[in-house]
Nanobody, 127 residues
Framework: QVQLVESGGGLVQPGGSLTLSCVTS????????IGWFRQAPGKEREAVSC???????YYTDSAQGRFTVFRDNAKKTVYLEMKNLKPEDTAVYSC?????????????????????WGQGTQVTVSS
């Protein structure tokens, strides 16, 4: 059973840092892309960053230069390091994978590429 479990969220002051973790199980993470998405109250879910199985990364404009995504295949974990956080980064952050389902295949860092999702972790940036 494919599972993704996020952790590392919390309350942080503007300008602070957090590192989120996405621990995976039930599939060979090495072969699949992992994406990070976020959803703020009253807003649609949006992409943040993605990392392909070959290590290629993608960042949205809001994440570029502040966030870093990396993967540790041995630990079956993907991380999202976030620096210089801003109040507008406040959201529930979720990770997702295209995983072992032929209906899903990573073509771009968009939600439609992913069929398996974690429950999310809350990030609140506030003074």
């Amino acid at each position: 059973q494919v599972q993704l479990v996020e952790s590392g969220g919390g309350l942080v002051q503007p300008g602070g840092s957090l590192t989120l973790s996405c621990v995976t199980s039930g599939f060979a993470m090495d072969y699949y892309a992992i994406g990070w998405f976020r959803q703020a109250p009253g807003k649609e879910r949006e992409a943040v960053s993605c990392i392909r199985s070959n290590g290629e990364t993608y960042y949205t404009d809001s994440a570029q230069g502040r966030f870093t995504v990396f993967r540790d295949n041995a630990k079956k974990t993907v991380y999202l390091e976030m620096k210089n956080l801003k109040p507008e980064d406040t959201a529930v952050y979720s990770c997702a994978t295209d995983g072992p389902d032929p209906r899903y295949y990573y073509t771009a860092c968009v939600a439609d590429s992913f069929g398996f999702w974690g429950q999310g972790t809350q990030v609140t940036v506030s003074s």
